[in-house]
């Protein structure tokens, strides 16, 4: 049985752990105020809120349950458009109406699930904060201006609160109804009651962390397949520092490395390089060991951790091996490991401060898609020469790569134009783009080289571009 609560009240099911959160929501409780849209994590209107204690905390994030396995809403809070209603409309659904912040609608409860949890969250309660927090929620007949002044006007009652609690003065202001007070209460019972993660028994079954692409590749298959459930699974979703060495559990989320003070203390433009992968919701629920294993040529975040030489703990349950990432993967969709295999750690040695590092991406938008072509660069430097180097790029050939050549060339290399010029050059020889949806072959070694000028300029700034920045215009 899976156990949860769902907006006020306790459920159990025998369903299907995989099956998705949004179903069971619409037709097996009949909560239709959540719609259906893409299906695939992007437009929003699916959204709900997954609240879970952490540390003795009720901590609460927006997910987008058409992705969302129900076994992963295991001891959580989830809470859906219908958990946010009061007597007559609560103050964000009031401010919707007052600014016309709403159309035909069918976007709104998405829109008002994502500003409550803005509510209970600990983020700054600024406009921009607010508007941030709504990053996933598309709406296409409204019109922003009027969404963005909506936001920015619950953004002004949050700067009202002076309570430690913001359940309670969200309560106390008409945004929440009163039962949010007990529901830490709850779950503390829910949870000394169960079982906590879902586990299973069988070898052949799959391992799952958010869901957020095996989702979108096998929706007609998945919500019917034996589970291991890995989502905040306790031992695995952690962030840890030991001497110069970070260590992440296999299910620690994108969000997860956002708040992370060991990570942002050692990168302080992980923010930056954060923003420009998927929306909030997306984040809230992708894992880096899924980024990983879904073994996409694009991967952000592989590309992030193949520059860094990460190294990977493999656990088939009774054994574990350690190896490189850059040796994972074989071909498309092919990697080095077996069915009962799964990554349980990832470690890789923080920068000194004698190290920089850089992440780039290009799409078609600037937010909210995957990458025509993305890098990841790592210099060690010894004033003005490279004392060791990691170059990597997705969307360049069939699996993500460590660019082995480019890297050991730029090694015991001082920082000159010349040599930022025969980077890009010799990256052209590591590479075999295809042309797709994406862009053509030819677009993305153009853009290969122009990323790994984009690494030294902005890492570099004290540096003379001009003629390098002449030749990317």
């Not at 609560?90 to 998405?110: H, K, L, R, S, V």
């Not at 060495?245 to 994108?254: I, R």
């Not at 993305?374 to 010894?382: E, F, H, P, R, V």
């Not at 134009?417 to 677009?443: F, H, K, N």
Request: proline share 4%; net charge neutral.
């Amino acid at each position: 049985m899976i156990h949860f609560l769902l907006n006020d009240k306790e459920v159990h099911t025998a369903l299907p752990p995989g099956t998705l959160l949004l179903d069971f929501i619409r037709y097996h409780k009949n909560l239709t105020g959540t719609k259906i849209g893409c299906r695939e994590g992007d437009c929003g209107a699916c959204t709900v809120l997954t609240g879970e204690l952490k540390n003795g905390q009720l901590q609460y994030r927006s997910a987008t349950s058409c992705l969302m396995a129900i076994g992963n809403a295991q001891g959580k809070h989830i809470v859906t458009i219908e958990g946010v209603n009061t007597e007559g409309l609560n103050y964000i659904q009031q401010a919707f109406a007052e600014e016309g912040a709403t159309q035909c609608g069918f976007c709104t409860p998405g829109f008002i699930v994502s500003l409550a949890g803005f509510c209970l969250s600990d983020k700054t309660p600024t406009a921009a904060a607010a508007c941030d927090a709504v990053n996933g929620n598309i709406c296409r007949c409204t019109g922003y201006k009027s969404i963005e002044k909506a936001a920015a006007k619950v953004a002004g009652k949050l700067q009202e609160c002076a309570a430690a609690d913001r359940i309670d003065f969200a309560v106390q202001q008409n945004i929440l109804p009163a039962y949010f007070t007990d529901v830490k209460h709850k779950l503390a019972a829910l949870v000394a009651t169960t079982n906590g993660t879902l586990t299973q028994s069988d070898k052949a079954a799959k391992y799952l962390g958010g869901g957020t692409d095996l989702y979108v590749q096998q929706h007609d298959t998945m919500p019917y397949e034996a589970i291991n459930f890995l989502f905040d699974k306790a031992p695995l979703n952690g962030i840890t520092q030991t001497g110069n060495t970070c260590y992440l559990g296999a299910a620690v989320t994108v969000t997860d490395m956002f708040e992370s003070p060991v990570l942002t203390k050692y990168f302080p433009h992980l923010a930056e390089h954060i923003k420009l992968v998927s929306s909030t919701q997306i984040r809230n629920m992708a894992t880096i060991a899924g980024n990983f294993v879904n073994a996409s040529p694009i991967g952000d975040f592989t590309i992030f951790f193949l520059a860094l030489d990460a190294q990977l703990i493999l656990s088939d349950g009774n054994s574990r091996r350690q190896m490189p990432l850059r040796q994972l993967y074989k071909g498309y969709k092919q990697l080095d490991k077996t069915p009962e295999e799964h990554i349980e750690q990832i470690f890789f040695e923080l920068p000194s401060p004698a190290s920089i590092f850089n992440f780039e991406k290009v799409c078609k938008r600037t937010h909210l898609d995957i990458a025509s072509v993305n890098s990841a660069i790592s210099l060690q430097m010894d004033r003005d020469t490279i004392t060791s180097a990691g170059i990597s790029a997705g969307g360049i050939g069939p699996v993500p790569t460590y660019l082995q050549k480019t890297s050991v060339f730029a090694t015991g290399k001082k920082i000159t134009l010349d040599l930022v010029e025969e980077l890009a050059a010799m990256a052209q020889t590591e590479i075999s783009p295809i042309s797709d949806a994406r862009g053509t072959a030819t677009y993305k070694r153009f853009l290969l080289g122009q990323l790994i000028k984009a690494h030294f300029i902005k890492m570099f700034p004290q540096m003379e571009w001009e003629t390098l920045i002449t030749g990317a215009v």
